[in-house]
């Protein structure tokens, strides 16, 4: 272990340096040494969770600056280094047939590789200071990825407004890790851990902490009320989507909540606010996609719905239920952008009202469409189900009889938008005579592996409780076999509440044409608003004003004289050595 944690994380990046190195007159080496190295990474993550344990790796010290250089596989980072790699894996050869014949191709798997290391880094590391490193490193590689169209004004746009408002997680971050530092003089996650949970931590300075990691987490994890960013990411090539904005680097602010709920769970409040956070964006984002027409789109709204049921998982106190559904879907939901891929792929567009029909020309995209379609709507036996249900009962567990009811509601809404998105485009009733052909062995082979895993990844479940109960000692998480759970589901009355919640979603869009309801002022305030983002796009656009004014306001100060710029970089690196030296001594 000591030797696969710097493998994991060094791997790729070595590789993305050498595909630079190859560059774009060898398209054929690149995809090979591409698709070569990306199984060697995920081979390494899943060597890595099998040898999963709580022990802590230390393999340099500077006390200095950052500490020791620590890292651990315990089960919330290698399980989502798994992920990250293995889905990686897959995207990257779906890249191979999809991104033939492209412009910046050295560049476009550079990006993915640079990434994949830093997500690996992110979730294994034990120091905040490493930990902000790669989680700047994730958000810059997601900004060139959504921008690799770079002629393209909506491409460019899209990756600045991501950079720009995950950036409000990264100051979060950045000011919770100083809280931390200035608490017990060092970055070690667990030594934090242990601290908060001894009670040595004063709770005013605790409830900061954990509060500016909710905003962190919220940002990077396209929350309420940062979750404007991810539609427009977008404009990304596909696979990109399904690796960094579906299954990777948005559960990165899940990912953060989970480590540090120890420490955050007694705060009075903030378990509230988390589940509040993730039932508005569950809402909101849910009647976004019953409006959108872009496919791409509407999976973009499902991600961040889907991202805000593990957040009200983590609220209403079950790590393992959120980290289950994490798991359940960066499987389903990778399928759904990969399979969305093949279609754009196949005929050129992104607009579901000129699509249709499908089904006759694609059936094996269409079969594979429904699967991943079936499994976030929660349909047994598939892999959604099993985890969406664990949710629910842990809302219900938590006495929350509202947070519950919404919850229903949510499960409708989901059931509605993918009923509306995969009849769309797959009804016999064709809309065009849009050209399609076949999609690639190389674009195959990613989605029957990822539609296999929707209905035998969730029997992992007992494996997963069991790496967490044994690694995680802080979480006070019990193992739970696969009977016991499954029973616990399948006995409870209120699961049948939910499948018919599901139902009635499903034939809601069936059947729209039956009811006036569509014709009413209701409906359209709601389609209106739902369109306009809630009003959250202008917001955007005049915190972008204020800040330009306040740019050109700022440009009065800076004299263009080097030395005068020289002085205040020394001034300003002497103050940070004088209080790393003489602070850090007390």
Same mark, same amino acid.
């Given at each position: 272990?000591?030797?696969?944690?710097?493998?994991?994380?060094?791997?790729? /990046?070595?590789?993305?340096?050498?595909?630079?190195?190859?560059?774009?007159?060898?398209?054929?080496?690149?995809?090979?040494?591409?698709?070569?190295? &990306?199984?060697?990474?995920?081979?390494?993550?899943?060597?890595?969770? +099998?040898?999963?344990?709580?022990?802590?790796?230390?393999?340099?010290?500077?006390?200095?600056?950052?500490?020791?250089?620590?890292?651990?596989?315990?089960?919330?980072?290698?399980?989502?280094?798994?992920?990250?790699?293995?889905?990686?894996?897959?995207?990257?050869?779906?890249?191979? =047939?999809?991104?033939?014949? #492209?412009?910046?191709?050295?560049?476009?798997?550079?990006?993915?590789?640079?990434?994949?290391?830093?997500?690996?880094?992110?979730?294994?590391?034990?120091?905040?200071?490493?930990?902000?490193?790669?989680?700047?490193?994730?958000?810059?590689?997601?900004?060139?990825?959504?921008?690799?169209?770079?002629?393209?004004?909506?491409?460019?746009?899209?990756?600045?407004?991501?950079?720009?408002?995950?950036?409000?997680?990264?100051?979060?971050?950045?000011?919770?890790?100083?809280?931390?530092?200035?608490?017990?003089? =060092?970055?070690?996650?667990?030594?934090?851990?242990?601290?908060?949970?001894?009670?040595? +931590?004063?709770?005013?300075?605790?409830?900061?902490?954990?509060?500016?990691?909710?905003?962190?987490?919220?940002?990077?994890?396209?929350?309420?009320?940062?979750?404007?960013?991810?539609?427009?990411?977008?404009?990304?090539?596909?696979?990109?989507?399904?690796?960094?904005?579906?299954?990777?680097?948005?559960?990165?602010?899940?990912?953060?909540?989970?480590?540090?709920?120890?420490?955050?769970?007694?705060?009075?409040? /903030?378990?509230?606010?988390?589940?509040?956070?993730?039932?508005?964006?569950?809402?909101? &984002?849910?009647?976004?996609?019953?409006?959108?027409?872009?496919?791409?789109?509407?999976?973009?709204?499902?991600?961040?719905?889907?991202?805000?049921?593990?957040?009200?998982?983590?609220?209403?106190?079950?790590?393992?239920?959120?980290?289950?559904?994490?798991? =359940?879907?960066? +499987?389903?939901?990778?399928?759904?952008?990969?399979?969305?891929?093949?279609?754009?792929?196949?005929?050129?567009?992104?607009?579901?009202?000129?699509?249709?029909?499908?089904?006759?020309?694609?059936?094996?995209?269409?079969?594979?469409?429904?699967?991943?379609?079936?499994?976030?709507?929660?349909?047994?036996?598939?892999?959604?189900?099993?985890?969406? #249900?664990?949710?629910?009962?842990?809302?219900?567990?938590?006495?929350?009889?509202?947070?519950?009811?919404?919850?229903?509601?949510?499960?409708?809404?989901?059931?509605?938008?993918?009923?509306?998105?995969?009849?769309?485009?797959?009804?016999?009733?064709?809309?065009?005579?849009?050209?399609?052909?076949?999609?690639?062995?190389?674009?195959?082979?990613?989605?029957?592996?990822?539609?296999?895993?929707?209905?035998?990844?969730?029997?992992?479940?007992?494996?997963?409780?069991?790496?967490?109960?044994?690694?995680?000692?802080?979480? #006070?998480?019990?193992? #739970?076999?696969?009977?016991?759970?499954?029973?616990?589901?399948?006995?409870?009355?209120?699961?049948?509440?939910?499948?018919?919640?599901?139902?009635?979603?499903?034939?809601? /869009?069936?059947?729209?044409?039956?009811?006036?309801?569509?014709?009413?002022?209701?409906?359209?305030?709601?389609?209106?608003?739902?369109?306009?983002?809630?009003?959250?796009?202008?917001?955007?656009?005049? +915190?972008?004003?204020?800040?330009?004014?306040?740019?050109?306001?700022?440009?009065?100060?800076?004299?263009?004289?080097?030395?005068?710029?020289?002085?205040?970089?020394?001034?300003?690196?002497?103050?940070?050595?004088?209080?790393?030296?003489?602070?850090?001594?007390?």
């Amino acid at each position: 272990m000591n030797f696969l944690i710097p493998t994991i994380i060094l791997l790729p /990046w070595a590789g993305a340096i050498l595909l630079w190195v190859i560059g774009d007159r060898q398209e054929q080496l690149q995809h090979r040494f591409a698709a070569s190295l &990306s199984i060697l990474c995920a081979l390494t993550s899943v060597l890595i969770l +099998i040898k999963a344990s709580p022990a802590v790796y230390h393999y340099s010290d500077n006390h200095l600056l950052t500490g020791s250089l620590s890292f651990t596989a315990d089960g919330l980072g290698a399980v989502l280094s798994c992920i990250a790699n293995v889905i990686g894996s897959l995207s990257v050869i779906f890249s191979t =047939s999809y991104m033939k014949s #492209e412009k910046g191709l050295a560049r476009y798997y550079a990006m993915i590789f640079f990434f994949i290391g830093a997500m690996s880094g992110l979730v294994l590391t034990t120091n905040l200071f490493l930990l902000f490193f790669f989680w700047e490193i994730t958000a810059l590689c997601s900004y060139l990825l959504i921008s690799f169209y770079h002629d393209d004004p909506n491409a460019v746009r899209g990756g600045i407004k991501a950079l720009l408002i995950t950036q409000v997680g990264g100051v979060g971050l950045l000011f919770a890790s100083l809280l931390i530092f200035g608490q017990i003089r =060092s970055f070690e996650t667990n030594l934090f851990l242990q601290q908060a949970l001894s009670g040595e +931590i004063p709770q005013n300075t605790l409830m900061w902490i954990g509060f500016t990691m909710l905003l962190a987490a919220a940002a990077k994890s396209a929350q309420f009320p940062f979750f404007t960013w991810l539609p427009d990411a977008m404009e990304a090539p596909t696979p990109v989507s399904a690796l960094i904005h579906a299954a990777t680097m948005v559960n990165a602010g899940v990912y953060l909540l989970c480590r540090f709920y120890p420490a955050f769970a007694t705060i009075p409040g /903030w378990k509230t606010i988390v589940v509040l956070t993730g039932l508005i964006t569950i809402l909101l &984002s849910s009647l976004m996609a019953i409006f959108a027409n872009d496919l791409k789109r509407v999976l973009a709204y499902s991600t961040v719905s889907q991202l805000g049921f593990m957040f009200v998982a983590v609220g209403s106190g079950s790590v393992l239920a959120s980290q289950f559904h994490l798991f =359940s879907h960066a +499987i389903f939901k990778a399928l759904l952008f990969l399979a969305a891929g093949s279609i754009i792929h196949s005929c050129g567009t992104r607009d579901m009202l000129k699509m249709g029909g499908f089904w006759e020309k694609k059936p094996f995209i269409g079969i594979i469409f429904l699967t991943g379609s079936l499994a976030l709507a929660g349909i047994p036996i598939l892999n959604g189900f099993w985890s969406k #249900e664990l949710i629910l009962e842990t809302v219900l567990k938590g006495g929350a009889g509202a947070f519950y009811a919404l919850m229903l509601v949510a499960v409708a809404l989901t059931a509605l938008y993918i009923t509306r998105c995969y009849l769309l485009v797959f009804s016999r009733r064709r809309k065009s005579d849009l050209h399609i052909h076949r999609p690639s062995q190389a674009m195959r082979l990613p989605l029957e592996i990822l539609a296999l895993g929707t209905f035998i990844s969730w029997s992992a479940f007992p494996l997963l409780a069991k790496v967490f109960a044994e690694t995680l000692p802080f979480h #006070e998480i019990e193992s #739970e076999s696969l009977s016991h759970m499954t029973g616990s589901i399948l006995s409870d009355p209120l699961t049948y509440l939910a499948l018919a919640m599901t139902l009635i979603g499903g034939l809601a /869009w069936v059947f729209r044409n039956r009811f006036q309801f569509r014709r009413s002022a209701l409906y359209k305030n709601v389609r209106e608003f739902s369109l306009a983002s809630f009003g959250f796009e202008k917001i955007n656009d005049q +915190i972008i004003i204020a800040f330009e004014r306040a740019s050109d306001a700022a440009r009065s100060i800076q004299t263009g004289v080097i030395n005068w710029n020289i002085l205040g970089m020394v001034a300003g690196f002497l103050g940070i050595m004088i209080f790393l030296l003489f602070g850090g001594s007390r």
